[in-house]
T-cell receptor
Framework: GNSVTQMEGPVTLSEEAFLTINCTYTATGYPSLFWYVQYPGEGLQLLLKATKADDKGSNKGFEATYRKETTSFHLEKGSVQVSDSAVYFCALKNSGYSTLTFGKGTMLLVSP | NAGVTQTPKFQVLKTGQSMTLQCAQDMNHNSMYWYRQDPGMGLRLIYYSASEGTTDKGEVPNGYNVSRLNKREFSLRLESAAPSQTSVYFC?????????????FGPGTRLTVT
């Protein structure tokens, strides 16, 4: 079956540091890929997506590039803020189904 | 436009009790989902409804039942609660557009079974 593997957290950074959260996947074909973010006490919300190989998704200063050669979709941000503290989930769309497979999530903690 | 709403926000049950978690969406989406979130396990799909009138099992359906009451509402029922069902439950909805496929999540229900 399909699976998504994310780096374990928590990731702790100082404000303005560079962020990378690794995500790799196993799936048949070339699924659409997503990053969701969950702020404390809230549900998940879509951060960015990419629907085909070499696409770059971007939003709120975050970016991720769909790399089919390495089956990866790493999340990056050049300068994090305290308000970016949250749990980040990588996900893929399961081919032929209206469902997503999520990674286990990576907590990001940014200190002033 | 409230998006996805869930009730209740918090619930404490005793082992063996039953309850129904309610979910409604006002975005006219065809598909709806129930997930549970546990520490270190991420989100796991319990049941989903691809369209009104259909329901399918997800990764962890045991101990749960669902009802797609109409296009707006999708409920999750625990017939006989167990401590292993202590979790945060999220409902989500989506529309199967050609390349969008964004799922919209509710705020969650925190359930404790003692």
């Amino acid at each position: 079956g399909n699976s998504v593997t994310q780096m374990e957290g928590p990731v702790t950074l100082s404000e303005e540091a560079f962020l990378t959260i690794n995500c790799t996947y196993t799936a048949t074909g070339y699924p659409s890929l997503f990053w969701y973010v969950q702020y404390p006490g809230e549900g998940l919300q879509l951060l960015l997506k990419a629907t085909k190989a070499d696409d770059k998704g971007s939003n709120k200063g975050f970016e991720a590039t769909y790399r089919k050669e390495t089956t990866s979709f790493h999340l990056e941000k050049g300068s994090v803020q305290v308000s970016d503290s949250a749990v980040y989930f990588c996900a893929l769309k399961n081919s032929g189904y209206s469902t997503l497979t999520f990674g286990k999530g990576t907590m990001l903690l940014v200190s002033p | 436009n409230a998006g996805v709403t869930q009730t209740p926000k918090f619930q404490v049950l005793k082992t063996g009790q039953s309850m129904t978690l309610q979910c409604a969406q006002d975005m006219n989406h065809n598909s709806m989902y129930w997930y549970r979130q546990d520490p270190g396990m991420g989100l796991r799909l319990i049941y989903y409804s691809a369209s009104e009138g259909t329901t399918d099992k997800g990764e962890v359906p045991n101990g749960y039942n669902v009802s797609r009451l109409n296009k707006r509402e999708f409920s999750l029922r625990l017939e006989s609660a167990a401590p292993s069902q202590t979790s945060v439950y999220f409902c989500a909805s989506s529309e199967l557009a050609s390349d969008s496929y964004e799922q919209y999540f509710g705020p969650g229900t925190r359930l404790t079974v003692t």
